[in-house]
């Protein structure tokens, strides 16, 4: 079946430095792929998206492009902040009448100052 | 706008007992969802809604209802809570068809004793 693998954690990292977080599905159509953040105490929210083959999605410094070749979908981010220390979901979804999402295991980020 | 809320926030249950988890949404969204979050397995589809009056079984349907005879509301039941539903739970919403972004309450933190 359909299904995400994400890098473990915990990610340690000092502020300032570069971040990957790795990700990689598997699919048997083409699906839409996101980045969701639960920052401490809270629910998900959406980080970004990319629906189709090639498309990088982008938001608040982070970045992702969707790779169909190598069926991977990296979260990166130049120069990560203290404010970045939260869990990082990836996630795959078909669209259609379900909308049902399929998430990874989920990569703790943590960022020391 | 509110977005999704859920109450409560956090219940302690022994086993055996029954409870309601409320989740309800402002937005107008047609589909919503149930999420349980378990330490190393990301989140995992419990029940889902397509519409009012329609539902269907998620990952790990065993153990809780669902109905959905609103828009607004999506509550999900526990009709004898077990040790093993300890978890943390989550609802989302999301607009009908495509890859729709979905939204996502704050949680409700259960512990059955």
């Known amino acids: 079946g359909d299904s995400v693998t994400q890098m473990e954690g915990p990610v340690t990292l000092s502020e300032e430095a570069f971040l990957t977080i790795n990700c990689t599905y598997t699919?048997?159509?083409?699906?839409?792929l996101f980045w969701y953040v639960q920052y401490p105490g809270e629910g998900l929210q959406l980080l970004l998206k990319?629906?189709?083959?090639?498309d990088k999605g982008s938001n608040k410094g982070f970045e992702a492009t969707y790779r169909k070749e190598t069926t991977s979908f990296h979260l990166e981010k130049g120069s990560v902040q203290v404010s970045d220390s939260a869990v990082y979901f990836c996630a795959l979804l078909y669209g259609g009448a379900t909308n049902k999402l399929i998430f990874g295991t989920g990569t703790l980020l943590a960022v020391q100052p | 706008n509110a977005g999704v809320t859920q109450t409560p926030k956090f219940q302690v249950l022994k086993t055996g007992q029954s409870m309601t988890l409320q989740c309800a949404q402002d937005?107008?969204?047609?589909?919503m969802s149930w999420y349980r979050q378990d330490p190393g397995m990301g989140l995992r589809l419990i029940h889902y809604?397509?519409?009012?009056?329609?539902?269907d079984q998620g990952e790990v349907p065993n153990g809780y209802n669902v109905s959905r005879s609103t828009t607004e509301d999506f509550p999900l039941r526990l009709l004898s809570a077990a040790p093993s539903q300890t978890s943390v739970y989550f609802c989302?919403?999301?607009?009908?068809?495509?890859?729709?972004?979905?939204?996502f309450g704050p949680g409700t933190r259960l512990t059955v004793t």
């Open positions: 937005m107008n969204h047609e589909y």
């Open positions: 809604s397509v519409g009012a009056g329609i539902t």
């Open positions: 989302a919403s999301s607009g009908s068809g495509g890859a729709y972004e979905q939204y």
């Open positions: 699919a048997t159509g083409y699906p839409s």
């Open positions: 990319a629906t189709k083959a090639d």
